[in-house]
């Protein structure tokens, strides 16, 4: 009864949301929750994987810091999820399945972050990303090699969250069909350009000055003010995902529109890609590669729990090495004699 009040609240949602009760359903058959909707059992099984509870561990920009308030990957996780059910409860859109997919859009990070991603990319033929990675996890690693078992929406959303440089709606990977999804993606755009600004301030690498002046003028002068500018235009000018009429676009007004793609260029120049940054990132990235060279000569030594023993070698390696925390992966890099996992303070 609690489960059919929660699919008959839905149904109060806009024309344009995504309903539980009429989800593509999961790749295995199973029988309802009595009180939870599907997309809530998702979001649950999610937040009960080992793979989320290690993300508190992985980088986000700073690699391993000694600090205590630096963004790591579960804390960014949690403020995508906040973005993301903001932007869709004021919008009447599905709460349960945008909070669903955010907590999931970066379970499949490796150590040292993009760092990780791209050492990995080199190592298998078909490549390595982190949101083919997030579902690969989700559906086949997790629950002793079984998955867990999501629904389509959930996991289509999670597969679709990258964004290419370009354009913070850069289509990049595709773009997902539910507005659930489409706003997960643009929440983590909001979430990490301003908490990585936070982070950069602290390191001492930019300071709230040296922001683009479109984005101190049309955004704020604070982490707040450029939240709440960025999360209520995209209200405002997605409003007709409500029904209030015109075509459901996630999007942002031009003038915001514009002024968050400026700010976010600014971070690739001057904090992502910036020298200190990159050299932190390609040490991290030489442990990768020789984790990943260990584990692939040296099959043995996978783990059972984060691969499939009936995949080759270097797939198994490669989801091994993936689901290591930063600390867990320089700690197994120094015990196996990596250079470069010397010195560093974990």
């Not at 983590?188 to 040296?210: F, K, P, S, W």
């Amino acid at each position: 009864m609690v489960r059919r009040r929660l699919e008959e609240d839905e149904q109060r949602l806009s024309p344009f949301a995504a309903r539980s009760s009429t989800s593509r359903g999961r790749g295995q058959p199973e029988a309802p929750s009595p009180v939870r909707t599907d997309f809530q059992r998702d979001r649950d099984r999610i937040l009960h994987t080992k793979a989320f509870r290690r993300l508190k561990h992985k980088t986000q920009v700073f690699i391993a810091p000694a600090q205590d308030h630096y963004v790591t990957r579960l804390t960014h996780t949690l403020e995508v999820a906040q973005v993301a059910r903001t932007i869709t409860r004021a919008l009447n859109l599905n709460e349960d399945l945008a909070e669903a997919a955010a907590l999931g859009h970066d379970i499949g990070h490796g150590p040292f972050g993009h760092a990780g991603e791209e050492a990995l990319a080199e190592c298998l033929p078909e490549g390595f990303r982190h949101n083919y990675q997030s579902v690969r996890v989700l559906d086949k690693l997790e629950n002793g090699g079984h998955g867990l078992n999501l629904t389509f929406e959930v996991l289509e959303a999670i597969e679709k969250s990258s964004k290419a440089r370009e354009d913070i709606f850069a289509e990049g990977w595709g773009i997902p069909e539910t507005l659930e999804g489409q706003v997960v993606k643009t929440a983590d755009a909001i979430a990490y350009v301003n908490h990585d600004i936070l982070d950069a301030i602290r390191a001492g690498l930019i300071t709230e000055e040296d922001l683009p002046r479109a984005a101190r003028t049309e955004l704020g002068q604070s982490h707040s003010e450029r939240l709440n500018s960025l999360v209520c235009d995209i209200v405002e000018a997605s409003w007709a995902a409500t029904g209030a009429g015109g075509d459901p676009v996630i999007q942002f007004s031009p003038r915001i529109h514009a002024a968050a793609n400026e700010l976010r260029e600014f971070m690739f120049r001057r904090v992502y890609l910036y020298d200190a940054t990159r050299q932190e990132a390609e040490r991290g990235k030489r442990i990768v590669l020789f984790l990943f060279r260990h584990f692939a000569n040296n099959p043995d030594g996978i783990s059972p729990d984060y691969s499939l023993p009936g995949d080759p070698v270097e797939r198994r390696a490669a989801d091994y090495v993936s689901g290591m925390t930063d600390r867990y992966a320089i700690r197994q890099a120094r015990e196996l004699g990596c250079p470069e996992a010397e010195g560093w303070h974990v």
